[in-house]
């Protein structure tokens, strides 16, 4: 009879024992950047970041169909302030990279943690749609983005560095209005902003879950967020269809 | 009733699995889940063939040992119950039932039905308990007073069976509403938070090492579980996690 059968493993039992803690003790700043919570944390931050975003790019779009003096002179402090030209855009951009990169690892390691598909999964029976699909709202919104940033990023950059254009305060109402003549730009925009409105209902209130954030004051976050992701899209497929049906007439 | 069932069989963890057909005839709605599937197993035997392997114990949905996705669900179409306790008399007449395992990659199959859980024992022993001395000089758990509402919210989190349908149910099968309910039923209490620190980054630490997705607050777990584990775990596991990476 072996009577080591009769006893356990110490060896073995150390290396799973709870006090091997003291020993290895994690290398703080490798595990945050690869522990999954602080990759949450990072998208979590970095979307809020872009709803501030949004907000404040709503707010300034909206001018130009209330008073297109006040957009061109907002649009031009935007365009030329040093602080807004060389701080706050490149953090945005940086945000907006973050945001989708981050998103882009996630989901693979979500796809690779199931293994071997269900033959029948019933998603709809214990969530939203929305909450289930936000890697395609996003793409349909990063892919929106490159057209965005061609049609006025792209734009601005050639006009003010490459071309060294003059300072022109009262040009940006009859550019915007110019971009949306066209309706399959003015359909592309809408639709964008239909997804943007989906990417928005789940993920907005879900980044305070991740940041810890689930108490009395839960409802009314889900409530703002639903009013947030509807207004906000629609008030910018609003301008789009405003600028396409009421073109400068020369 | 007359039901029509696809199982998954698989011979064992290195052999590929494929769904089979089975016609199962006069099953009664009073028949537990995993009542009708031991009169398939004995008609199955009386023929000579193998039987489906699955897991189970207590049979009193308290154990967490039973799993099952059937139809797409862990446990099945009915709500805070486990498969143990689901009643054929939520299906019909002619039901097709898919019956599967659940599907995660820390969850490798054993054999049919039969998956390997203990990813989940290892998360636990990664720091889901409190260092006490129980050498003869046990300290009264009752000498500490802690109000009701923590102790409720605690013992909430505690009715965590470990069965894995949240992961199961997860489209990222992550292991988050399980972890955090092991995390919150320690960190609610006094004789929990002196280890609170490393424990929350130490299970977490596991939790990823076992390669389970990551949350994406679609809020499936809390709808699935058994035991109605609620998504403000996570929450607090979050909260706990993010305190103690900057406590260091």
Redesign the interface.
């Given at each position: 009879m072996n009577l080591n059968n009769l006893f356990y493993d110490v060896e073995s039992l150390l290396k799973t024992h709870p006090c091997r803690k003291f020993v290895e003790k994690p290398a703080l700043m490798s595990g945050m950047i690869k522990s999954s919570l602080a990759r949450k944390v990072i998208m979590a931050l970095s979307g809020l970041f872009l709803v501030v975003f949004l907000t404040q790019h709503f707010t300034i779009n909206f001018a130009s169909v209330v008073d297109p003096e006040t957009f061109n002179s907002w649009s031009h402090f935007m365009g030329y302030n040093p602080l807004v030209q060389f701080v706050l855009q490149p953090i945005l951009i940086a945000g907006v990279i973050v945001h989708f990169v981050m998103g882009f690892v996630l989901e693979i390691q979500n796809r690779k943690a199931r293994g071997t598909a269900y033959v029948k999964y019933k998603g709809s029976a214990n969530a939203p749609w929305v909450s289930r699909n936000m890697i395609y709202s996003g793409l349909v919104i990063l892919a929106f983005l490159a057209l965005h940033f061609y049609d006025f990023w792209v734009h601005e950059m050639v006009y003010k560095y490459i071309e060294a254009n003059p300072e022109d305060p009262t040009r940006y109402y009859a550019e915007t209005v110019e971009k949306f003549a066209p309706i399959w730009r003015t359909i592309i925009y809408v639709v964008a902003f239909f997804l943007l409105s989906l990417h928005l209902w789940h993920g907005f209130a879900s980044s305070f879950q991740t940041m810890g954030v689930n108490n009395k004051y839960t409802p009314a976050i889900k409530t703002f967020t639903k009013i947030f992701s509807v207004v906000i899209p629609l008030g910018f497929a609003f301008i789009a269809l405003y600028h396409h049906l009421n073109p400068i007439t020369h | 009733m007359k039901l029509y069932l696809?199982i998954?069989r698989q011979k064992d963890a290195s052999s590929p699995?494929k769904?089979v057909d089975y016609t199962l005839d006069g099953v009664e709605g009073d028949m537990s889940f995993l009542e009708m599937l031991d009169i398939l197993n004995e008609e199955l035997v009386s023929k000579g063939e193998e039987p489906v392997e699955f897991d189970h114990d207590c049979r009193e949905g308290i154990c967490g040992t039973c799993s099952l996705?059937i139809?797409?669900?862990p446990h099945g179409?009915d709500r805070l119950v486990t498969t143990c306790q689901l009643h054929m008399r939520k299906f019909n007449d002619g039901d097709t039932i898919?019956i599967?395992p659940f599907?995660?990659?820390?969850f490798?199959?054993i054999k049919d039905l039969i998956v390997d859980r203990s990813s989940f024992e290892?998360i636990q022993?990664?720091?889901g308990?409190i260092?006490v001395n129980t050498s003869g000089n046990t300290v009264d758990a009752n000498s500490i007073p802690i109000n009701k509402y923590d102790a409720d919210e605690a013992m909430d989190a505690a009715t965590c069976i470990g069965c894995g349908a949240c992961v199961a149910?997860c489209?990222?099968?992550?292991a988050m509403l399980f972890t955090s309910a092991k995390v919150s039923q320690f960190a609610l209490l006094p004789q929990g938070r002196i280890e609170a620190t490393?424990r929350v980054?130490?299970m977490?630490?596991q939790?990823?090492l076992e390669?389970?997705?990551?949350?994406?607050?679609?809020?499936?777990c809390e709808?699935?579980c058994p035991k109605g584990i609620s998504?403000?775990n996570?929450?607090?596991?979050?909260?706990?996690?993010?305190s103690a990476?900057l406590k260091?």
């Open positions: - | 696809k998954w699995g769904i996705q139809n797409g669900e179409p898919v599967e599907r995660a990659k820390a490798p199959v290892r022993q990664a720091g308990y260092s149910a489209k990222n099968a992550s490393e980054q130490n977490v630490r939790m990823d390669g389970f997705g990551n949350c994406t607050n679609t809020g499936a709808i699935e998504l403000t996570i929450a607090r596991m979050n909260r706990e996690y993010l990476t260091g």
